[in-house]
């Protein structure tokens, strides 16, 4: 059973920073795709950053330059480092994971919230 456990949301002022933190059980496949979504209230969820299991990554535009996505394989472990935070990044964000970067069917996370002030 898959299973994924976000954790490092908090509450910041704008301008500050933050990491979140995805621990990952139960997925057996060698070839992945791990990323960052986020959903704010009334808007639709939307991709944030991704990373694969080679090592490549890709961002929203929005968040280019002041995101990184990073993964600790040996630990299972995915981040986000948040710089630069501004109130519109504010959302709930969720990890998740599937055997692509198409997001056909993807395991999701119980999700962490972002309140930037």
């Known amino acids: 059973q898959v299973q994924l456990v976000e954790s490092g949301g908090g509450s910041v002022q704008a301008g500050g920073s933050l990491r979140l933190s995805c621990a990952a059980t139960?997925?057996?496949?060698?070839?992945?795709?791990m990323g960052w979504f986020r959903q704010a209230p009334g808007k639709e969820r939307e991709g944030v950053a991704a990373i694969d299991s080679d090592g490549s990554t890709s961002y929203a535009d929005s968040v280019k330059g002041r995101f990184t996505i990073s993964q600790d394989k040996a630990k299972n472990t995915l981040y986000l480092r948040m710089n630069s935070l501004k109130p519109e990044d504010t959302a709930m964000y969720y990890c998740a994971i599937d055997r692509d970067c198409r997001w056909y069917e993807p395991y999701w996370g119980q999700g962490t919230q972002v309140t930037v002030s």
């Open positions: 139960g997925y057996l496949f060698s070839s992945y795709c």
